[in-house]
C-alpha cells in the first residue's frame, strides 16, 4: 500500500466520523486559504513545510550539538566521555562495542534525514498548486531539492547506500538503492539545485540555502568519494566567486556574537529556548566540576547556566600534539578555579582537557545556547583543495600554500615548505593534523579517518581492539529493519 493512499483513507475515516457524529448546526464551509485542503497552495504553507525540511535537515529539533557530532568524535582519537545516563552509550561508541540498539543512530542519525526528505517531496509536489510567481517556486524547487540532496549524504555517510524515496507515492517498504543510484540521485540534486539557488547573502532568510552552500556539499560529497579533481573544482569556485574568507582570530571565531562571520559558509543556526529546542547544548557537557572561571581569559560561570554530569573530554594525545604557537589550542581548558577558590589542573587526570570551542553565550539560559554550529567554512574549503590536489598530483606548492594561509591564522610563524614533503603519504598525514587541529569539535574526524584509512589504525592504537573494518558503517537501527523486511543490515551486525 503506497502512503499517499494511507493519508487518503485516514482523511476519509476522519471526515465520516465527523459527519456521523456532528449536528448539521456544526457544520462549516472552511473558506480560509488556510484550510487543509489549501494549505500547501498558499506561500505560508510552503515556506512552514521548509521551515519543518530545513529544521530536520540540520538536525535542529533537540540538544543538535551534543547527539549529532559529539557520537562521531568519540570513536576518533580527539574525544572521551565520562558521567551521567549517556555514559552506557558513549562507552559503546568509545571501544567499538555498539550495534542497531543504539538510540541515536534511530533518531538523530536516521529519523531526521528522512523526516526532511519527506517535507521536501512534499513540498516539490505542491508547487504546481502554489499561488506564487515563477520565480519564486524556482527557488522553493531548488531548496528542496538541495535538502533532500544533503540529507541524503549524511544518511550515506553514515550507512551506506539507503532506500532512495522521492516521491510520497513510493512504497512503504523499499530496498537499500544501488551506490551508483545513490550518489548518482546526490550529485544530480546538489547540481541542479546550484544553478536556481540565490548568491550567498541573497537567501530570503540567514540559514538558508544559496549557490556557495551547494559547491561547499559538493567538494566534500566528492572530496569523501575520492573523487579529487571534482572537489578541487568546486572549491576553487567558492574561493574566486565569493568573498569568503579566514575570521582573523580563531578564538573568537564561534562566539556568539561573530557567528555571522564570511568563513562560515553552512551552519547549523542554534538560539535559545527554555527547552532546549533549536539550542546549542555544548558548553553544559564541557564546564568540568564545580567550574567557577576561567582564569586565562577571566570567563565566570553564570547563574543562568547550567553545568551538566555529562562530561564531554579531549583526549591528551590530541591536546599535546599541537604546536607550541599553536592558538587553536586556547580554547581547549586546560585549567581552572573551582567554586572553592582552588586552582585545577584538567591535566592531572588522564584524557581530561576540555573543549570550550563554543564560548558561552552571554545570553544562554540553563542548557540553551544560541551559538551557530558550522557544517562547512571557508578553512575547510582551503583544505579540501590542498587534500585534493595532493592526491591528483603528490606535492605541490598550491597545497602548501593553502595550508599556511590557515596556520597563519592560528599564530604558526614558521610555513611549511615544499620541501619538507617527500611523498604525498607525507603531505596527506599532514593535511589530516591540520584538519584535526582547525576542526576539533566540529564533527568531521570520523570521515577524515575513513577517508585516508586510519579509523581502524588509531583506534587500535589507543587500544580499542574490538575495532574491525565493517566499522566505518554504522547499523541499520533494529526498529527500521522491523518495519521494512526489504532492508538488508550492514555487513559485521
Known sequence: MKIKSIYQYIVVALITCITVSCSDYLKEEPYSQLAPENFLKTKEGIESLMGAAYANASNMISNNSIYVFAADEWITDFAFQSGDGVNATAVQYINFTWDASIGLLQGESWDYPYRAIRNA???????EELEDSEENKMVYRAEARFIRAISYIKLYWKFGTVPLRISSDDELQLPRASDEELTAFIETELLAALQDLPAPGEEANYGRAHKAAAQGWLSNFYLNNKEWQKSADFASQIMDQWNYGLFPVYEDLFKVENERNNEYIWVRPAKTS??????????????????ASDPRTGLEFSNSWRNWPNEFRIRDNFYFSFGENDNRRNLILHEYINTEGDLISLLDEPDNTRSFKYWPDPEGVNASFGNDIPEIRFAEILLNRAEALNELNGPNQESIDLINRIRAR??????????????????????LDERGWEFYSEGKRRLDLIRMDKLIEFAHARGATNAKPFHRLYPIPFATLDANPLLTQNEGY
Not at 276 to 289: E, I, L
Not at 412 to 420: E, G, H, N, T
Open 274 to 291: 527554555a527547552d532546549r529546542s533549536a539550542s546549542n547544548s555544548w558548553m553544559n557537557t564541557a564546564f568540568p566540576v564545580g567550574f
Open 121 to 127: 517531496n512534499l513540498v516539490l509536489e505542491n508547487l
Open 410 to 431: 592560528a599564530g604558526m610563524d614558521a610555513p611549511l615548505k615544499l620541501s619538507d614533503f617527500a611523498s604525498k603519504e607525507a603531505l596527506r598525514m599532514q593535511i
